[in-house]
């Protein structure tokens, strides 16, 4: 009897650098508390959509006019503002790694703008429409660590480390 090989594909993915590795992941979660162990950390990617909008305003608002960023999360179709574009890498990677792209390409950019408008009349305290016009998009991944531990009773929960910020949160208890 011959034993199968798993086939790893592999892709290249631009991804958001990570400011934490898997042994700052470590040491961060043993500081928090000692009532658990780590069993086993994964790395999973995220997709996010990025995409550059130009923001026009007429007449006397033209000096608003600006580029902006907006970050759509492409497993549940939610929006942000992007500070930055952010720092990235090309990097491989296993495919089975990557979280699925769910949410429409086409969709995200169409209703990116919504996020920009609200924007606009939260920050800035203008009533005026500007002319919002896509300029470009670009699929990026932010990287995650999941990680499976046992509480001092045995019992198993994980928690999701953000591998770029250092944050984390329990997923289930």
Same mark, same amino acid.
Do not use: T, V, W, Y
């Given at each position: 009897m011959t034993e199968e090989k798993k086939e790893i594909n592999k892709v290249e993915i631009k991804c958001i650098r990570n400011g934490f590795k898997m042994e700052d992941a470590?040491? @961060?979660l043993y500081k928090r508390s000692k009532h658990f162990t780590i069993e086993n950390m994964d790395l999973l990617f995220y997709p996010y959509l990025l995409i550059e909008y130009e923001v026009?305003? @007429?007449?006397?608002l033209e000096k608003l006019s600006e580029t902006v960023l907006v970050l759509c999360d492409m497993w549940r179709g939610q929006f942000s503002?992007?500070?930055t574009a952010g720092d990235f890498t090309k990097i491989q990677v296993d495919e089975s790694s990557l979280i699925p792209v769910k949410y429409d390409k086409e969709r995200a950019i169409k209703e990116g703008p919504r996020t920009v408008y609200g924007e606009i009349q939260a920050k800035k305290k203008v009533l005026n429409i500007p002319d919002i016009e896509y300029l470009y998009d670009e699929l990026i991944y932010k990287p995650f660590y999941i990680v499976e531990c046992k509480n001092d *009773?045995? *019992?198993v929960f994980h928690?999701?480390?953000d591998a770029v910020n250092g944050d984390?949160?329990?997923?289930n208890a």
């Open positions: 470590f040491q @961060r026009k305003f @007429r007449g006397k503002m992007a500070k *009773e045995q *019992e928690i999701l480390f984390f949160s329990l997923l």
